[in-house]
């Protein structure tokens, strides 16, 4: 699983679970420089779940206790919210 694998995934649930309404608010909330650290999607859902059912779609085990993964989780996170939580534009645009 690569970070751009999990990001895509984890954006599809966000997609999903957010109205188009709720998904610009993050956007916007996100891009302001007081949520550079945290993430708006947490107003609205709990998007943790969305990225441990991510990783489950894609490997089948999430470990809490695993640093690799915790890094990948990161790294795949700031992809989804740097691409707004769109699926399409983590596969399109970061094909590494």
């Known amino acids: 699983m690569t970070s ?11 997609c999903d679970a957010l109205t188009s309404e709720q998904l610009d608010a993050v956007n916007i909330q996100n891009a302001a420089p007081l949520h550079q650290n945290t993430c708006a ?19 089948g085990e999430f470990d809490p206790q695993d640093s690799e993964q915790a890094a990948l989780i990161d790294d795949a996170w700031t992809l989804a919210k740097d691409c707004e939580f769109n699926p399409n534009t983590i596969r399109n645009c970061f094909k590494r």
């Open 4 to 14: 751009i694998e999990l990001a895509a995934t984890f954006a599809g649930y966000i």
């Open 41 to 59: 999607t947490h107003d609205y859902c709990d998007p943790n779940q969305y990225m441990i059912w991510a990783i489950e779609d894609l490997d």
